[in-house]
Nanobody, 124 residues
Framework: QVQLVESGGGSVQAGGSLVLACAAS????????MGWFRQAPGLEREGVAALDRGPRIRYAESVKGRFTISQDNATDTVYLQMNSLKPEDTATYYCAAGPPRFRLELLSAKFNFWGQGTQVTVSS
């Protein structure tokens, strides 16, 4: 089993920055890959960024150059640094963990464990 606890959400004006954190614990194999997903009301959950121990990193095109995913192995915490935020980034953000895969993909089905979510609201 894996436990994921997100923190760091909040409200910010467009152009601002936020950092999300995900504290992970539990089976190490099951959290070889870590990712951030988001879901806005009425929309499907979409992948934002992911990393694994390869190390490999993937970003959604919509956040490239603005968001940075990183991991602190000493504390088993994954971060999502979000800069130049836009109103369309408004969503509930979820941390996710999954086992090793041949490819690191931003697909919900590739991740088995999920956090409770943290709200990010960007106002114009």
């Amino acid at each position: 089993q894996v436990q994921l606890v997100e923190s760091g959400g909040g409200s910010v004006q467009a152009g601002g920055s936020l950092v999300l954190a995900c504290a992970a614990s539990g089976d190490s194999y099951s959290r070889y890959s870590m990712g951030w997903f988001r879901q806005a009301p009425g929309l499907e959950r979409e992948g934002v960024a992911a990393l694994d121990r390869g190390p490999r990193i993937r970003y959604a095109e919509s956040v490239k150059g603005r968001f940075t995913i990183s991991q602190d192995n000493a504390t088993d915490t994954v971060y999502l640094q979000m800069n130049s935020l836009k109103p369309e980034d408004t969503a509930t953000y979820y941390c996710a963990a999954g086992p090793p895969r041949f490819r690191l993909e931003l697909l919900s089905a590739k991740f088995n464990f999920w956090g409770q979510g943290t709200q990010v609201t960007v106002s114009s």
